[in-house]
């Protein structure tokens, strides 16, 4: 069975400082991971995802995540914060095996909050 | 259409009541996935369809909860008898097949009294 832990329900940056989401997932298969971000009353919108290959994956809006399989981690990072950046943000993963659905396993989310 | 579409967006209805919600995927898309999520959770997966197929029904909560896409295209979640727990966001997302970038529509909020 696949999980997803998203470490703080909420967090609060600066604007121009770093942001780092932590996401720490379980699959018995190479995973497929991903994250979304959902904005008040619209969907989720895919901000990158990792399947294979180079482990650091960039993704939309200066975002980017770094597939680390020793430490089971996809966190996310954007260097510098800017207030449109404020949503929440999910973690998910996929499995990768032949039989697989592409169905999304998600974490709990993060809240982003960031300060003028 | 520009993207997916479902409705109703907003839904209230009674405990007992059924309600049909909809979900229109992306054109050409093959694969059409629903998803519940409560207020402060992530979205739980229901159900996955490849085209009219179902081929995964393993989140669905219990027999209440069916899903169909015949003509694959349109798809109708339909929820029988409803609970006040059933009350939350159903999203549906579509897909060009199953490993390719899910797209999600705004949702339909259902709140059931």
């Known amino acids: 069975a696949q999980s997803v832990t998203q470490l703080g329900s909420h967090v609060s940056v600066s604007e121009g400082a770093l942001v780092l989401l932590r996401c720490n997932y379980s699959s018995s298969v190479p995973p497929y991971l991903f994250w979304y971000v959902q904005y008040p009353n619209q969907g989720l919108q895919l901000l990158l995802k990792?399947?294979?290959?180079?482990?650091l994956v960039k993704g939309i809006n200066g975002f980017e995540a770094e597939f680390k399989k020793s430490e089971t981690s996809f966190h996310l990072t954007k260097p510098s914060a800017h207030m449109s950046d404020a949503a929440e943000y999910f973690c998910?993963?996929?499995?990768?095996?032949?039989?697989?659905?592409?169905?999304?396993?998600f974490g709990q989310g993060t809240t982003l909050q960031v300060k003028p | 259409g520009a993207g997916v579409s479902q409705s109703p967006r907003y839904k209230v209805t009674k405990r007992g009541q059924d309600v049909a919600l909809r979900c229109d995927p992306i054109?050409?898309?093959?694969?059409l996935y629903w998803y519940r999520q409560a207020l402060g959770q992530g979205p739980e997966f229901l159900t996955y369809f490849n085209y009219e197929a179902q081929q995964d029904k393993s989140g669905l909560p219990n027999d209440r909860f069916s899903a169909e896409r015949p003509e694959g295209s349109i798809s109708t979640l339909t929820i029988q008898r409803t609970e006040q727990r059933d009350s939350a966001m159903y999203r549906c997302a579509s897909s060009f097949g199953k490993n390719n970038e899910q797209f999600f529509g705004p949702g339909t909020r259902l709140t059931v009294l």
């Open positions: 054109s050409g898309h093959v694969s």
């Open positions: 998910a993963v996929s499995d990768s095996g032949s039989g697989n659905t592409g169905k999304l396993i």
């Open positions: 990792y399947t294979t290959g180079a482990t």
